[in-house]
């Protein structure tokens, strides 16, 4: 029964990974004409996200069904507000589509190389999301869309987690908090056993289901932190902070 059960997930995973592509090449195809209808500006935008949303929402619950993994969620009632940065770990290639899927509206701090990738690009543009180009002008621009009060999710270690399972964090995320957010909102997510990883073959599963474990932390005002600190102190300080909590909360 184990061996057919892992034989029916290595299907499921071979769908998905061939669905994963499909998703993308609609988004090229289709995308582009579903929202010329939609208005120009951020109402155009949050329209354009909640459908990418829906469709990766419907991607996920089909590798759910398909028994790739199972999750629970703590806390993502408080996911969504107006101004909140939400910093996430990032262990998987799926955590993304989780954050997105919870937060449809949201703004998201992508790679600027997805802008390269003809299936992905239609949809980044349209939604609005931000290329980390590393600059300091994408501090500028996360910060306005904090202050104008959209929810950005970002990862900040800026690639996914290592097995080791060290936590590196970059210190410009916590910059772009401390200059426009509301609040920051750390989302640690566990993932058990560990994988999909950077450069991981697709056969390579578990013998069981992934697990992830998706809790929504304590919020931070960044005001504590600059009433402590002038900003590249401050930061540095909360930088070292979330490190330890992530660390903390994923080992």
Same mark, same amino acid.
């Given at each position: ?7 029916? @997930? ?24 579903? !929202?010329?209808?939609?208005? &120009? ?17 419907? +991607? ?50 992508? /790679? ?12 980044? @543009? ?10 300091? &002008? ?18 900040? &270690? ?12 970059? @210190? ?24 999909? /990883?950077?450069?991981?073959?697709? *056969? /390579?599963?578990?013998?069981?289901? +992934?697990? *992830? %474990?998706?809790?929504?932390? %304590? %919020?931070?005002?960044?005001?504590? +932190? !600059?009433?402590? /600190?002038? !900003? ?12 330890? *909590?992530?660390?903390? &909360?994923?080992?």
């Amino acid at each position: 029964m184990s061996m057919l059960s892992r034989t029916l @997930r290595l299907i499921s995973t071979l769908i998905a990974y061939l669905a994963f592509g499909l998703v993308g090449a609609s988004f090229a195809l289709i995308l582009p004409f579903a !929202l010329r209808r939609l208005p &120009e500006g951020l109402a155009g935008q949050r329209r354009a996200r909640r459908i990418v949303a829906r469709i990766w929402t419907g +991607y996920l619950t089909a590798m759910r069904w398909g028994g790739i993994y199972r999750v629970t969620w703590h806390g993502r009632e408080r996911l969504g507000r107006p101004g909140q940065l939400i910093l996430v770990n990032h262990p998987s290639l799926m955590d993304v589509l989780f954050m997105i899927s919870a937060v449809p509206e949201g703004n998201c701090v992508v /790679k600027a190389s997805l802008l390269t990738n003809p299936s992905m690009r239609p949809a980044i @543009r349209a939604c609005g999301y931000i290329p980390n180009d590393a600059s300091l &002008e994408l501090i500028e621009k996360t910060a306005a869309v904090l202050a104008e009060g959209q929810t950005l999710i970002l990862f900040p &270690e800026g690639t996914r987690t290592g097995y080791d399972g060290i936590i590196r964090l970059n @210190r410009g995320a916590v910059s772009i908090g401390l200059r426009g957010a509301h609040v920051i909102t750390p989302v640690v997510i566990r993932m058990t056993p560990p994988g999909l /990883k950077r450069g991981d073959p697709w *056969y /390579k599963i578990p013998p069981r289901p +992934y697990r *992830y %474990d998706i809790r929504v932390g %304590d %919020d931070i005002d960044p005001e504590d +932190y !600059l009433r402590r /600190k002038p !900003l590249p102190l401050a930061a540095r300080l909360l930088n070292d902070d979330l490190t330890h *909590y992530f660390q903390k &909360e994923t080992t």
